[in-house]
């Protein structure tokens, strides 16, 4: 089936320092999300974006998070600067449409440790 | 996905009506997140499992790690529950996704 595909699987940064997590969503996918879950918490909505422009996002997606897709390339999560509680697995998904019904395609996460 | 198995497909309710949908995972579940998937297409937490029960209004879910099931039960349906519920299971360090139960409710 449709694969998305996330870089790196984990990292380990020093806080302060800037990051960059990367999705390659399905070809043809239109909408892209980013969620977070911390280690034996819930999964938690952080974005999504389409046409170039975010969407709706929650207020975990804090001011120092910025997501973008320059020219169709990755879909691209941006941290900067870390801080110690965005240690967590990061989640990208994409999806054809944008509404309920259309399903969300998932990668497999990138693990995120900040120290 | 065929490691999280949902059921029904696609369900039509009448308001007010009872219902329950269910997860069946042949991987070794520890935890079982249920979502409904908003009109813009992200999801929203529902309900996050460790074995047991929780309740919320008039949505229950359980989830039993030995019979390696979830349900998600929808009591005095409305309107506003119509959308896509998807259950999502975390093992071995990562999420198993349904493929979704897609609900109307009907008035």
């Known amino acids: 089936g449709p694969k998305v595909l996330q870089i790196p699987s984990h990292q380990i940064i020093d806080m302060g320092q800037m990051v960059t997590l990367n999705c390659d969503p399905v070809?043809?996918?239109?909408?892209f999300y980013w969620y977070k879950q911390i280690l034996g918490q819930q999964m938690e909505f952080l974005v999504n974006?389409?046409?170039?422009?975010?969407?709706?996002k929650s207020k975990l997606f804090k001011d120092q998070f910025s997501v973008e897709r320059p020219d169709g390339s990755y879909f691209t999560l941006k941290i900067q600067p870390t801080a110690l509680e965005d240690s967590a697995v990061y989640f990208c998904?994409?999806?054809?449409?944008?509404?309920?019904?259309?399903?969300?395609?998932f990668g497999e996460g990138s693990r995120l440790i900040v120290v | 996905g065929d490691k999280v198995k949902q059921s029904p497909s696609a369900l039509s309710l009448q308001e007010g009506t009872n219902s329950a949908l269910r997860c069946n995972f042949s991987?070794?579940?520890?935890?079982v997140q249920w979502f409904l998937q908003n009109p813009r297409g992200s999801l929203i937490n529902l309900f996050y499992?460790?074995?047991g029960t929780k309740e919320n209004g008039r949505l229950k879910s359980a989830f039993d790690s030995k019979e390696s099931y979830s349900t998600l039960h929808i009591r005095d349906a409305q309107l506003e529950d119509s959308g896509t519920y998807f259950c999502a299971a975390e093992s071995n360090n990562r999420i198993f996704f349904g493929d979704g139960t897609q609900l109307v409710v009907k008035p």
């Open positions: 070809s043809n996918h239109l909408y």
């Open positions: 974006f389409y046409n170039g422009k975010v969407m709706e």
């Open positions: 499992l460790v074995p």
């Open positions: 991987i070794a579940a520890t935890t």
């Open positions: 998904a994409s999806s054809l449409q944008g509404w309920a019904g259309n399903t969300l395609y």
